[in-house]
């Protein structure tokens, strides 16, 4: 093994290897942990405001028991926890942030490899993203979902609260109800125990190679999340002696199987942004396309909410992401090398399914289109993108007269007012919920559609925005139209009663007004004024890229790699 770089520090003699070593000593470490040995970061997202990683105390101490078993050092870190349901006015507009905290953290200080602890939906993109800048060896470990919840005799999850949203305006359930199902839904550790972003996100991380097998499913509360977390501390130290970084792993054939993969589990649409923002950093050319083009041929395999019926803690007793893997054999490029060090066919070479109701064969899937369709026309010339898998087959080909809302205050202002004219023809757009325009590019995508008409029994539309959606949303959505109405789009033009035609089967997304008309209006069209003059917010609006090439800031692309030039004291 080649010296290392946290040599760099603690193998030092005089002075700065004194500075080095002597505060570390303070909290009870013996001298021979300085000996040379792997030092190994546990980057932990814990936070209690982040309630879908408040159990990571405990995870990381298993890392560290693996870590010590197999001779190395570890030492557990902080960074900027985003928790998905409080973080106002989205997570999203703080995933560069702390990607950049993490990029800075590794590179700052004397790691030989690390553990990326990871679960609430921008956590694990966050991590990745800023770890891919650096480019040690690292290896990731999701928090695992939650157990599913259960209210009145029924199965919940996340995908739920649309519907008790719906149910409780329309004074099907009370007040009442409706707080006694918080408590039951949410009822252990862990992330969201749907396929939403948060699993979407551990199955990329796991399909990607970035995890030991079985990462994605496990649920948070049963202790074999402890062992695989033990079992990846053990890892990570052999990884850092073998030199196995994320850019041998992180190859073109890894995202082309990662796209497969999402496909196949019906994951959200969320994927493509952090997908793109990862290819970005550690400089795979990947482009909106590519997720067309590889998930066209994957039917959906995974029964899972909020494209099928079940849960991921189902998912796992069904045989584990390594199933889903398994029965896409022959579509998968399977030498992919991942963390343990085999090829990702090789890992899935024994599963098992043990329930067809949860994971089907390629011959007889559950649905036969996934994945994500890229919609191009004058009204997204960069692209925008569905979830097939979670819209309405009768409205994939729709022409429908526009009913627009300028930004979410203006949507809510007016969604109910007993005057507006809407009806179930109609599509609904959204504008300025963008990379710049919100900032953040919040998931109000799948705007609730209005009590009159939920009241006709109409529980799906299409709707059109330049935002996002959570991944435990679903409808005939169309989300992250590029370029989007704060950067000038031509969804900025959109006026009331325009005719739009929707075509998912032919990929496109047309506004019916002429060239020369459009030209007219954008004489009229200001931008949306963002009255961010100051900080990071700023800065995010001024260097976030558009959705279709993942959201990153331009100036982060790329890595700057691990190595430290400058040496004070
Ligand atoms: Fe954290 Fe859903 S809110 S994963």
């Known amino acids: 093994m080649e010296k290392l770089r946290s040599q760099n520090w603690f ?95 590794i590179r700052a200080n004397p790691i030989d490899g690390v553990v990326l602890l990871c679960g609430c939906d921008k956590t694990t993109p966050s991590l990745i993203m800023g770890a891919c800048s650096v480019d040690i060896p690292t ?53 969201c125990a749907v396929m939403g972003t948060a699993s979407t996100m551990a199955t990329m991380v796991e399909a990607l190679g970035l995890s030991l097998p079985n990462n994605a499913a496990i649920p948070a509360a049963d202790v074999r999340r402890k062992v ?26 890894a995202f082309e199987n990662s796209i497969m993969v999402n496909a196949a589990i019906g994951g959200s649409t969320n994927f493509v942004i952090h997908l793109l923002a990862i290819a970005g950093r550690i400089g795979v050319d990947l482009t909106i396309d590519d997720f067309d083009k590889y998930s066209q041929q994957i039917p959906l395999l995974g029964n899972l909410q909020p494209s099928g019926k079940f849960f991921m803690e189902d998912l796992y007793y069904a045989g584990g992401l390594p199933a889903i893997i398994k029965e896409l054999k022959s579509v998968l490029h399977d030498d992919a090398l991942t963390v343990n060090g085999k090829g990702i066919g090789e890992n899935s070479e024994k599963a098992i399914v043990y329930d067809r109701n949860i994971v089907a064969t390629m011959a007889e899937p559950f649905k036969p289109e996934s994945g994500i369709a890229v919609l191009r026309g004058n009204l997204s010339p960069n692209g925008a993108v569905i979830k097939p898998s979670a819209a309405t087959p009768a409205l994939m080909k729709h022409r429908g007269k526009a009913v627009v809302f300028e ?87 959109v006026q009331n009663g325009d005719y739009i035609s929707l075509d998912v089967e032919n990929r496109t997304l047309n506004l019916e007004v002429s060239e020369n008309e459009l030209i007219e209006r954008r004489k009229n069209w200001k931008p949306y004024d963002l009255k961010y003059n100051r900080g990071y917010v700023n800065l995010y609006i001024n260097h976030v890229e558009q959705a279709h090439l993942g959201a990153d800031m331009d100036f982060l692309k790329g890595g700057s790699g691990s190595i430290v030039t400058r040496d004070s004291h």
């Not at 936070?47 to 105390?57: D, G």
């Not at 001779?71 to 902080?78: C, D, K, S, Y």
């Open 11 to 105: 193998g030092k003699k005089g002075k700065d290897g004194f500075i080095y070593r002597a505060w570390m000593k303070n909290q009870g470490i013996p001298a021979d942990m300085f000996d040379g040995r792997p030092v190994i970061g546990i980057c932990n997202t814990w936070s209690e405001l982040t309630p879908c990683n408040a159990h990571f105390r405990d995870l990381a101490e298993s890392v560290k028991k693996g870590v010590l078993e197999a001779g190395g050092f570890p030492v557990e870190f902080p960074v900027m926890s985003l928790g998905e349901t409080l973080i106002k006015p989205t997570a999203m507009l703080y995933r560069n942030l702390a990607s950049m905290d993490v990029e800075e953290s």
């Open 139 to 191: 290896l990731v470990i999701s928090g695992g979902p939650m157990l599913k919840g259960h209210w009145r005799g029924k199965d919940i999850g996340t995908s739920d609260v649309w519907r008790f949203d719906e149910a409780h305006k329309l004074g099907e359930i009370t007040d009442e109800e409706f707080v006694e199902a918080e408590a039951c839904m949410a009822r252990t550790q862990g992330h």
């Open 407 to 493: 930004t979410i205050e203006d949507y809510h202002t007016r969604i109910e007012d007993p005057n507006l004219a809407i009806d179930e023809t109609s599509i609904m757009v959204l504008k300025n919920v963008g990379p710049k325009g919100y900032p953040g590019m919040a998931e109000v995508g799948n705007m609730g559609i209005p009590k009159k008409l939920l009241e006709k029994g109409v529980h799906d539309m299409v709707r059109i925005s330049d935002g996002r959606m959570s991944g435990t949303g679903f409808g005939t959505v169309v989300l992250h139209v590029s370029p989007e109405a704060a950067d000038g789009g031509n969804i900025a033009l």
């Open 228 to 253: 695989l977390s033990q079992l990846s501390g053990r890892r990570i130290v052999e990884m850092v002696k073998e030199d196995l970084k994320l850019s041998k792993i992180l190859t073109r054939e």
